[in-house]
Every structure is written in C-alpha cells, then in structure tokens.
C-alpha cells in the first residue's frame, strides 16, 4: 500500500486519494455498478460557475413571483347583478280641500286597492279606506266621478274591482252641510218625507226620493245651497256615522234629525 502523508495538501494529491478510493470502492462493488471513468466522474463533479449562476435564476424569479403574489392587493368582489325588484305601486295623495275636484292616478300592479266603494242612486262613494297609501289620499265619503272612460257607477265599481295596472280617476270631496229636519205630524203618524236607499253594510243613507212630509217643509225655508236634494248622501243622523242600520234607528225613533249630507256635483 502506498504512504499517505497527511502534509501533502496540495490539490493533485486530493484528487489522487479521491481517485484511489473510488478504484477500491468500484472494484468491490464491480458486480453491481459499473465503472466509471475519472474524466466522466470529474465533469460531473466541475459544473462551470455560469451554470450555476443560470440555475439560480429561477429560483430567485419564483422568490419575486412568490412577493409579488403577496404584495398584490385581493380582487375586489364580483359585482353581482341585484335582481330587479317588482315594481312599487305608486300613488297621487292630494290635499284637497272640501268642495274640491281632482284626479289620482292609481298604479296595481304590484299592490290591490286599499278602499272600497258603495254605488248606490247615481252616485259611487268611498265607503271604507284599508290603507291610506293606496286609497291614493282619497277618504271615507269622497265622491268617485270617474274611472277612466266610465261615469256610470255600476260601470265604475265594476272597473275598479278588474284592477287595471293604471287607472285614472276623478274624485270629488264633498262639502258636507247640516240640516235640521222635523217630521210633519199627519193623523197619527209623523212624516219625514225622504225615501232612503241602503244596504245592512251601508256607511251612509241615499235619498232616492223627496216626498210629502219634513223634508219638504225643511226645503221651503232652507237656501238653494242646503237643500236637500235627490242623490244626497246622509252621512250623519244626530251624531251616528258609518253605520246605516243604526242611523236608520235613530231616524225612526226621533221628531227632530240633525242629518250631516253630502252631495255630488252635478255631471
């Protein structure tokens, strides 16, 4: 066996001993690796500093990429289109003094109507509001003269419950007036001279007719203005509303009526 002196530092004597070592270890394990040559074991062992430096850029580009995935701000979130919401009835809620005359435009479409009618003699009225919002600001005992084309009142309620997705009305808030009526004693009974149209669900009485009787002679000394006329509605009997039944009462069991009237101007 050849000496090995440790002083001998240089790089030759490295690569020999490297040499001497990989011999030994190839010729014990012949059967199992085959040889290989130095020249071929030393170009693998030299890689040139180039290809070094080639082989780290991309390791220092993933790095940049990795930082520039970190320093990018999150997307912001997908916009989503809102579905469409249905449409909102909308309505004309006018302020209209007593004796006035206007119009509303109600829109069902998305909402029924919030009032309810009596069409009763030749007259439509507003005999309940379910919701101020959609009775369009109409009120209880408003006068409806109008639904689109129609003026009859049969003709109107019947439109109004159809529910068209526009309609156009033309209402009239009266201006009611007081009248103090007495019966006229004849014989044995006392006369109040008015024919009265109604139903049990009735909010208000209609005067169909004007007979012999209190009525008339009320009419004689009233003004043209607070004359009880035919198609007047009674609103109030000696302080009772919105029930007919009970203003029917109240007029067969009294002599003198304080009746609060409506009336609707003429067409």
Same mark, same amino acid.
């Given at each position: 066996? &050849?000496?090995? /002196?440790?002083?001998?530092?240089?790089?030759?004597?490295?690569?020999?001993?490297?040499?001497? =070592?990989?011999?030994?270890?190839?010729?014990?394990?012949?059967?199992?690796?085959?040889?290989?040559?130095?020249?071929?074991?030393?170009?693998?062992?030299?890689?040139?500093?180039?290809?070094?430096?080639?082989?780290? %850029?991309?390791?220092?580009?993933?790095?940049?990429?990795?930082?520039?995935?970190? $320093?990018?701000?999150?997307?912001?979130?997908?916009? #989503? !289109?809102? *579905?469409? *919401?249905?449409? @909102?009835?909308?309505?004309?809620?006018?302020?209209?003094?007593?004796?006035?005359?206007?119009?509303?435009?109600?829109?069902?479409?998305?909402?029924?109507?919030?009032?309810? +009618?009596?069409?009763?003699?030749?007259?439509?009225? =507003?005999?309940?509001?379910?919701? &101020?919002? +959609?009775?369009?600001?109409?009120?209880?005992?408003?006068?409806?003269?109008?639904?689109?084309?129609?003026?009859?009142?049969? !003709?109107?309620?019947?439109?109004?419950?159809? /529910?068209?997705?526009?309609?156009?009305?033309? =209402?009239?808030?009266?201006?009611?007036?007081?009248?103090?009526?007495?019966?006229?004693?004849?014989?044995?009974? !006392?006369?109040?001279?008015?024919?009265?149209? #109604?139903?049990?669900?009735?909010?208000?009485?209609?005067?169909?007719?004007?007979?012999?009787?209190? $009525?008339?002679? #009320?009419?004689? %000394? &009233?003004?043209?203005?607070?004359?009880?006329? =035919?198609?007047?509605?009674?609103?109030? @009997?000696?302080?009772?509303?919105?029930?007919?039944?009970?203003?029917?009462?109240?007029? %067969?069991?009294?002599?003198?009526?304080?009746? +609060?009237?409506?009336? $609707?101007?003429?067409?």
């Amino acid at each position: 066996q &050849a000496s090995i /002196q440790p002083e001998r530092g240089s790089r030759l004597f490295g690569r020999r001993l490297d040499l001497l =070592v990989k011999a030994r270890c190839s010729g014990m394990f012949c059967c199992a690796n085959p040889a290989v040559s130095e020249d071929a074991e030393d170009a693998k062992a030299l890689v040139p500093a180039s290809e070094l430096a080639s082989a780290e %850029k991309p390791l220092e580009k993933e790095a940049e990429a990795e930082e520039q995935a970190v $320093a990018e701000p999150a997307p912001p979130p997908q916009d #989503y !289109k809102k *579905e469409e *919401e249905p449409p @909102v009835a909308e309505y004309t809620a006018p302020d209209a003094a007593p004796g006035s005359t206007f119009e509303v435009t109600l829109n069902t479409e998305a909402s029924p109507l919030g009032f309810g +009618t009596d069409a009763r003699g030749s007259t439509l009225m =507003v005999a309940k509001v379910n919701s &101020a919002e +959609t009775a369009a600001g109409m009120q209880v005992n408003d006068f409806i003269l109008k639904v689109d084309e129609e003026t009859d009142p049969t !003709k109107m309620h019947d439109a109004l419950k159809k /529910q068209s997705p526009a309609m156009k009305l033309k =209402v009239h808030r009266p201006a009611p007036f007081k009248a103090s009526v007495t019966k006229r004693p004849e014989n044995t009974n !006392k006369l109040l001279g008015l024919r009265l149209a #109604y139903v049990t669900s009735s909010t208000t009485l209609v005067i169909t007719e004007i007979l012999e009787g209190g $009525a008339k002679d #009320y009419n004689e %000394k &009233a003004p043209p203005n607070e004359q009880i006329e =035919v198609d007047d509605r009674i609103l109030d @009997v000696g302080g009772l509303s919105g029930d007919a039944m009970k203003m029917i009462d109240s007029v %067969k069991q009294n002599d003198t009526l304080e009746l +609060t009237i409506a009336r $609707a101007p003429k067409p």
